[in-house]
């Protein structure tokens, strides 16, 4: 059976803004009206990065809109999200963010068999002369694969 991986939202521009050099999937603590929220796809991260702190690495700057039927109880939503990793990968992860140049950015976000998960980027950030050259390369195996599509129809 294929395991249930529905993607709700992805960083597109940490693509284009950041060479990404190991990627970690973790779980997001959520709380009740958070999980229906992000289920809805109402989630905002532009500009969010995830920070270690006691140990622990918590996401910033996550907007999670609060849910249109819920109660009073609602709950905050630009609250920092703790994620879930094992403590040998957040130890990993912080010796590579300690060096220089390397941030924590948040890759995409789905739901895997019912539950939310995040991928985690440790990127290191592209200069102006870098992303030139990925639109560059773009462009290139665009019109190598216009060229080769045109070849097999004649």
Known sequence: MSEGKKIIAENRKARFDYFIDETYECGIELLGTEVKSVKNGS??????????INGEIFVKNFHITEYSYSSIFNHNPDRPKKLLLHREEIKRIARRVEAKGYTLIPIDFYLKNGRVKMTLGVCRGKKQFDKRATIKDRDVQRDIQREFKNGMNS
């Open 43 to 52: 989630i905002s991260f532009p500009d969010s990065f995830a920070e270690i």
